[in-house]
């Protein structure tokens, strides 16, 4: 989209420390260990936010008023305008597709997909933390926001993550947005964990020396999501692939896993990873050549890592330093 050209670089350079979604040389990454060091630094009370619908509920009017602050230009502002009220197209529960207005409707909502949608959101979220910081909250309540898309936490000094809630409440009341209660709850580190991003964030032991310190490791809903994708890849509707196409679409899987789930204490995940994979690939070959269930050495790890050439997540070390406290 045109558009985005004239306005990422005037809205990046506005953009607060605290985003980490859809920025260079940021990450989600960057977001989790940002939160790490704030836990070991003493925010230890932390507001574990979720918000209900947010890409769905940004009221039109406001984001073109936070527009408006920057571009001065009528066409871009009128296409902007259009392209919000533009009908997106989705599919309904049979998969069909169908196109909607209801963005157009209800005059909220931004459309998911486009170039330009992950902007307009970084955007609006930027009045919440800016409004945060109007509060005094940073110097008061000593919380830090980090934010990553629709996803939130507020680590706070003390025991001040109940205050800071208050403020987070009445800032989005504001804003038209809605915080889920539900799911929005506040805890303390160590004596509780909490998830965000994929990570849980608590505390381990050493393994030599039981020393306590706060960690992050995948989180049990991520290591699901995985075990659930190897399932559904070595199903027995998939018996009609190649054996070396199925390794390398669970290498794909694996690697791709792996290469985001890197981040502190993580052996134990990679081990069962391996475990059920192997698993679920032995029953796999073994019924795609009609072979006996009650023979799983037929397939030895050797065989599956060395000669079919699946991949075995790296054996790291128990706990990495920089996730140590």
Known sequence: ?????????IFEADMPSEQYAYRQDRSAQDAVRRVHRLLTGGHRSVVDADLAGYFDTIPHA??????????????????LSMWLDAPVEERDERGRKRRTTINR??????????PISPLLSNLYMR???????????????GAQIVNYADDLVICCKEDNAVKALE?????????????????????????????FLGYTFGQRHAAKTRRPYIATWPSR???????????????????WMDAGDMVRCLNQKLGGWTNYFKLGPITKAYRFLDRYTTTRL????????????????????????????????????????????
Request: positive net charge.
């Open 221 to 239: 809903k991520s290591t699901r999501r995985m075990t659930e994708a190897v399932r559904i890849q070595t199903d027995r509707n998939m018996e």
């Open 62 to 79: 406001e984001l073109m008023k936070s527009v408006a602050r920057r571009i001065a230009d009528r066409r871009v502002l009128r296409l």
């Open 282 to 325: 032995r029953r796999w070959l073994g019924k795609k050549h009609k072979q006996s269930s009650g023979r799983p050495k037929r397939y030895p790890d050797e065989f599956l890592y060395q000669q079919m050439g699946l991949i075995c997540l790296p054996k790291l070390p128990q706990s990495l330093p920089w996730a140590k406290a």
């Open 105 to 114: 409707d209800t005059r909220q909502g931004i459309p998911q997909g486009s």
């Open 167 to 195: 403020t987070m409440r009445r800032l989005m009341g504001q804003l038209k947005l809605t915080v889920n209660e539900e799911k929005t709850r506040t805890c303390r580190v160590p004596e509780e964990q909490f998830d």
């Open 127 to 141: 009045r919440f933390i800016l409004g945060s910081k109007r509060t005094g909250a940073e110097h008061r309540l």
């Open 1 to 9: 989209m045109a558009a985005m050209l004239v306005l990422e670089p």
